[in-house]
């Protein structure tokens, strides 16, 4: 199941059914290899992912710039790639190597799309971060408590320089991350709210694939007991 749920494509059907259709970004295509991709018949803007991988990702606002070649090379480097190798995070190994194409999404701010990323505990969340400022490659990560309370430790990423806004649709993010945590010991449900309508982005089983500290180090502690594994008898 884990399999299916980090995989970029199969993730939405799942997604799909318990929370509905108008929460999917829509998909423009599905490829086994970047030679299927018709880029005729995709529309001037889109992006390409490819499913099993991360940061296998191209941006394309205006097809008529789009270097072909570049987003070749790229892909078919993702494609080639497996990431349970890099540290042994089991659910992507045999996730099947494809590219899926989706339509450009971009918020109020006309260059991005804030992730608003929700740590669920057996269906309950208890915190989340905000990544902002991805699209001048210097990303800053914000954690906030399910009141919207700025959370004192950092992780990976310093804090942002400017201020950081609830979404108009924050209680129903918590709702549709709850709804899509429930019965896992631990999941990250990761969201968009995209000029007021929310959208889901993807479901993330080991954050940071569990090798990055939060500092201070007692927010380490204290976020890990909240995790509670099954009883070995």
């Known amino acids: 199941e884990y399999t ?3 995989d ?4 939405k059907e799942f997604v799909r ?3 509905g259709d108008e929460y999917i970004i829509p998909t423009l295509g599905i490829y086994n290899s970047f030679d299927e991709i018709d ?5 001037n803007q889109f992006v390409l992912k490819t499913t099993h991988d991360s940061g296998g990702v191209v941006v394309c606002t ?7 070649e570049k987003a070749r090379i790229k892909l078919e480097k993702s494609l080639r790639h497996n990431f349970f190798y890099e540290h042994r995070e089991y659910p992507y190994k045999n996730v099947k190597p494809r590219i899926i194409a989706e339509k450009y999404m ?4 006309g260059t991005e799309l804030k992730d608003y990323k929700f740590f669920c505990f057996d269906g309950k969340c208890k915190m989340l971060f905000i990544a902002t400022d991805r699209s001048i490659g210097d990303v800053k990560f914000d954690f906030f408590d399910t009141e919207f309370n700025h959370l004192p430790f950092k992780q990976g990423h310093p804090w942002a320089t400017k201020e950081i806004k609830k979404p108009a649709g924050f209680e129903k993010m918590i709702e549709i991350a709850e709804t899509l945590g429930k019965g896992f010991p631990h999941v990250r449900v990761d969201l968009y709210d995209i000029n007021g309508k929310i959208y889901f982005g993807e479901l993330t089983f080991f954050h940071f694939s569990g090798n990055v500290p939060f500092i201070p180090s007692e927010w380490d502690k204290k976020i890990g007991e909240w995790l509670k594994l099954p009883s070995v008898r």
């Open 8 to 11: 970029k494509y199969e993730a």
């Open 39 to 43: 880029f005729d018949n995709l529309p």
């Open 62 to 68: 205006n097809k008529s710039k789009l270097d072909i």
């Open 4 to 6: 299916q749920l980090v």
């Open 106 to 109: 971009v918020d109020e701010s």
């Open 17 to 19: 059914k318990l929370i």
